[in-house]
């Protein structure tokens, strides 16, 4: 079965951090695009942060640049996303996903998990 799958959800205070965990399975990672998505209710699905395969280009949404960062361990078939400085907006579905194309548009990814929430709140 070809699946990715998160973890790393929960609630953080204002200004905290949180780290969310990817793992894919039935399908290798080594040659994908791999990003983060975010939905908050009543809003459209948004990019939040891709990285190439090779790990030499970065794109962020201006909103989480400096504060969120995206890895990936091709050993390990995994991703991560490091949030830090988190703020009340931010707050939302979060959803991995792997494409061949490096790419911010949601319908390009073939992959996707299936969400995990993040609540920022005091």
């Known amino acids: 079965q070809l699946q990715l799958v998160e973890s790393g959800g929960g609630v953080v205070q204002p200004g905290g951090s949180l780290r969310l965990s990817c793992a894919a399975s039935?399908?290798?990672?080594?040659?994908?695009?791999i990003a983060w998505f975010r939905q908050a209710p009543g809003k459209e699905r948004e990019f939040v942060i891709a990285i190439t395969w090779n790990g030499a280009i970065t794109d962020y949404a201006d909103s989480v640049k400096g504060r969120f960062t995206i890895s990936r361990d091709n050993a390990k078939n995994t991703m991560s996303l490091q949030m830090n400085s988190l703020k009340p907006e931010d707050t939302a579905v979060y959803y991995c996903a792997a494409a061949i194309k490096f790419t911010r548009v949601p319908g390009a990814y073939e992959y996707w998990g299936q969400g995990t929430q993040v609540t920022v709140s005091s």
């Open positions: 039935g399908f290798t990672l080594d040659y994908a695009a």
